[in-house]
């Protein structure tokens, strides 16, 4: 480690404020599957915890007779983008297979959150050679400032198809219904084999009907979800997930024959819904004896993320918070530490550590940073404050959610119209109702925090952000 680096590391640790005796992570796990609660579209349960919100949606699809009502509004709008729902729902999935064992009371709570995706998911692929990958005309959404429960904009249903394809939210949902299949076989195995035979008939399609939904959609879906990395690595990921879920030799020979077609530069360190890199490493490399390059690109992760290695990528917060670029820092954050969580696994399992030049970190390091992130999401931060809604003495008040920040239906029963809107979302008042759970973008750069509903980057919770937080507090919780 050269002397800039070596004391660069200093200067993180010693800015970084001294650890709290103990978070409650159960406390935090329980209210981070609450949120889920709050994104549901469609008829909403008796067993909804969050209650100011009621039914919404009831009509998606119907305009062209099909049912696409359900599913996860992904962030603070109205709008069901399926490409990040899915890999919410296969985060959550993933999020219980690995600490499952760890949610006592919360893994039911877990298995409802994941079911309302998949039964949605099931929806979107219902008709034989269509996925619908959206459902709601996302420029008139955005220019309304209204409850799900009253919207009158555009419920347009946008489907990718044999001649339109969309290989990258295809072989997402064959991903997600992968891996919440094995999610359900111990408790219910007819729903387990249903949702598994629809993921090899998705991943089929994504794969036989190849191409980029951009190309389809891409008045529609860009620039919100836009597919920046190709749908090369998700044709991988969707296999991945199929042979964990099957052991069918077809899928181990699809990642060996098409791992070859992945971006060979730093791509080994992105993760998150769009770039599924790390992922297909990390995943592979829980299989003992894999070949190369796959414990090789998941070595290569950890350093890129490592503070004190010499090939670190990311960048830390004076208070110790990762940084990538882009919006929604947070998201990157809760992706990145779970597969470190994860990936310290292995390496117990094998007896190992990982060298990053003449640095060595052995599986415990691992799981110490990704706790660091956790806790600085927690409270552990130069603010003292949490950026999860609801948890702590001090949270996010005006969040970017358009739910959260209207008045209720039970507290105010007529109709807010798209203009009578903003009113709210111009407001300086904290918003009305608590999205329990909700972990906003979060802080800049330099650890500091608005709390502006307009400041949309730093101040909307998303479903992604969620879900692998999910897992790696189900694991600090017992841990």
Not at 80 to 85: A, C, N
Not at 322 to 330: I, R
Request: net charge positive; hydrophobic share 35%; with cysteine.
């Amino acid at each position: 480690m050269n002397l800039i680096r070596w004391l660069s590391v200093l200067v993180v640790a010693a800015m970084a404020p001294p650890p709290v005796a103990s978070h409650n992570y159960g406390d935090a796990l329980t209210k981070s599957i609450m949120f889920y609660e709050g994104q549901r579209s469609g008829k909403l349960p008796p067993t909804q915890r969050i209650t100011w919100r009621k039914d919404s949606g009831l009509r998606d699809g119907f305009e062209i007779g099909v049912d696409l009502v359900g599913g996860y509004y992904d962030a603070g709008d109205n709008v069901k983008f399926t490409f990040p729902m899915a890999f919410s729902i296969t985060m959550l999935a993933w999020s219980v297979l690995e600490f499952g064992q760890s949610m006592g009371s919360d893994l039911q709570r877990s298995l409802d959150a994941i079911q309302w995706g998949t039964d949605y998911l099931l929806k979107a692929t219902s008709i034989p050679g269509f996925v619908f990958a959206q459902v709601g005309n996302p420029y008139g959404d955005h220019k309304c400032w209204e409850r799900p429960e009253d919207m009158d904009t555009p419920r347009t249903p946008y489907a990718v198809s044999k001649e339109f394809p969309g290989s990258e939210v295809s072989a997402e949902i064959a991903a997600a219904l992968a891996a919440s299949s094995m999610v359900f076989r111990p408790t219910n195995r007819g729903y387990s084999a249903r949702l598994l035979k629809r993921a090899r008939m998705v991943f089929e399609f994504a794969d036989k009907y190849r191409g980029s939904y951009n190309d389809s959609l891409g008045p529609w879906v860009c620039p919100f979800y836009c597919d920046f990395s190709g749908y090369q690595d998700e044709l991988i990921w969707g296999a991945a997930w199929l042979l964990r879920a099957t052991k069918a030799p077809f899928y181990w020979n699809y990642v060996l024959a098409n791992i070859k077609n992945l971006d060979k530069s730093s791509s080994f360190a992105e993760f998150g819904w769009d770039t599924k890199h790390a992922g297909i490493n990390l995943i592979k490399s829980q299989t003992p004896s894999v070949p190369e390059p796959f414990i090789t690109n998941a070595n290569k992760f950890v350093c890129s993320v490592l503070p004190e290695s010499p090939t670190v990528s990311v960048s830390y917060s004076p208070g110790g918070l990762l940084f990538k670029p882009g919006g929604s820092n947070l998201q990157r954050t809760t992706a990145l530490s779970f597969l470190l969580l994860v990936y310290s696994r292995s390496l117990s399992r094998d007896n190992r550590a990982i060298r990053c030049g003449n640095v060595v970190a052995n599986p415990a390091r691992l799981v110490q940073v990704a706790r660091s992130q956790v806790d600085y999401i927690l409270g552990s931060n130069p603010l003292k404050m949490s950026y999860m809604v609801g948890y702590g003495n001090k949270f996010p008040q005006k969040i970017h959610h358009r739910g959260s920040s209207l008045p209720s239906v039970s507290q105010h029963s007529q109709r807010i119209d798209c203009e009578g809107g903003g009113t709210y979302f111009s407001s300086n008042d904290p918003n009305p109702n608590f999205l329990t759970g909700a972990v906003v973008g979060g802080p800049d750069i330099k650890d500091s925090y608005a709390d502006s509903r307009a400041d949309f980057v730093h101040s909307e919770p998303t479903t992604y952000i969620n879900a692998p937080l999910v897992g790696l507090l189900a694991y600090f919780k017992s841990h």
